[in-house]
């Protein structure tokens, strides 16, 4: 596996920027017009995993599109969606992020929003929920799914 990197779309150009992981908190310009990246807005190039700490930064504060899949190691559904869920990550990366919460290590997560099973997928945008999608999904599905939110 290559070093994390994200994904930052310039707001003036559209141009997408590969950043690595170890930049983030630095400044950096566009690579095709030289403008300046809004780093914190960066998508990363993969799913993350996110608890119950960096839940508000990493999806209630993110200035975009996120799919959450509430998982567990002992769902034999999971296991079959997650490898779906970090390709679609690869090749949406610098349009939707892709986070991933493991349901026994953040009840509250699941209370918070009334995740009942897994998987389940929640939508949000700009820090709000806006669609929950409960169950296995395939690629294709999930990238139907999807499409609401890009
Ligand atoms: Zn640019």
Redesign the pocket.
């Known amino acids: 596996m290559a070093e994390n990197a994200f994904i930052a779309r310039?707001?003036?150009?559209?141009?997408k920027?590969r950043i690595p992981a170890s930049r983030r908190g630095e400044k950096a310009v566009?690579?095709?017009?030289?403008?300046p990246?809004h780093l914190f807005a960066a998508f990363p190039e993969r799913a993350i995993d996110v608890d119950e700490r960096s839940f508000g930064q990493e999806v209630i504060n993110f200035p975009g599109p996120v799919a959450v899949l509430y998982w567990a190691p002992w769902c034999g559904h999971c296991r079959r969606m997650l490898p779906v869920f970090e390709e679609l990550a690869v090749q949406n990366a610098g349009s939707i992020k892709f986070v991933k919460i493991e349901l026994d290590k953040n009840p509250y997560l699941a209370s918070q929003y009334q995740v009942q099973s897994v998987p389940t997928t929640l939508l949000f945008r700009e820090g709000r929920l806006i669609n929950r999608f409960v169950g296995g999904l395939g690629k294709d599905q999930l990238e139907y799914n999807l499409r609401a939110v890009r």
């Open positions: 310039c707001s003036s150009c559209g141009a920027n566009c690579g095709r017009c030289k403008a990246l």
